[in-house]
C-alpha cells in the first residue's frame, strides 16, 4: 500500500511559477513509476507528466512540455512538478499518482495509487 500526500499548490499571476510536492509512503517507491494529472472543472482528467522509475525517462503532455519538470528523490520519496510561465488554462485540481505495474505506453497506467489532490489556480 502506497499513500500520498501533496502539496504545494495555490493561487499565482500568469507567468508565475509554482513547485509541486509529493511525498510517498512505502519501502518501495523507487519502483513505481510517478505521475502528475489535472483535471479542471467540466474537464477529464489528463495526465501531465511522469516519471519512470530510476528517473532515466519523462513523458510530457504537449500543453506543458517546457514549462513543466518532472522529477523525484527516491531517497526522500518525493516526486516533484515545477511549474513555470503558469497560465489560467493550468487551473486545475493537480493529484499525484503511483503505478506499480505500468501496461502498454509506461506512462499511461493504470495508477494504483492516488493522492488526495492540490489546488492550482493562475489568475490572469
Known amino acids: 500500500q502506497v499513500q500520498l500526500l501533496e502539496s504545494g499548490g495555490g493561487l499565482v499571476q500568469a507567468g508565475g511559477s509554482l513547485r509541486l510536492s509529493c511525498a510517498a509512503s512505502?519501502?518501495?517507491?523507487?519502483?513505481?513509476?510517478m505521475g502528475w494529472f489535472r483535471q479542471a472543472p467540466g474537464k477529464e482528467r489528463e495526465c501531465v507528466a511522469a516519471?519512470?522509475?530510476?528517473?532515466?525517462?519523462?513523458y510530457y503532455a504537449d500543453s506543458v512540455k517546457g514549462r513543466f519538470t518532472i522529477s523525484r528523490d527516491d531517497a526522500k520519496n518525493t516526486v516533484y512538478l515545477q511549474m513555470h510561465s503558469l497560465k489560467p488554462d493550468d487551473t486545475a485540481v493537480y493529484y499525484c499518482?503511483?503505478?506499480?505495474?505500468?501496461?502498454?505506453?509506461?506512462?499511461?497506467?493504470?495508477?494504483?495509487?492516488w493522492g488526495q489532490g492540490t489546488q492550482v489556480t493562475v489568475s490572469s
Open positions: 499518482a503511483a503505478d506499480r505495474d505500468p501496461q502498454g505506453p509506461w506512462w499511461r497506467g493504470p495508477y494504483d495509487y
Open positions: 512505502g519501502r518501495t517507491f523507487s519502483s513505481y513509476v
Open positions: 516519471v519512470l522509475w530510476g528517473g532515466g525517462s519523462t
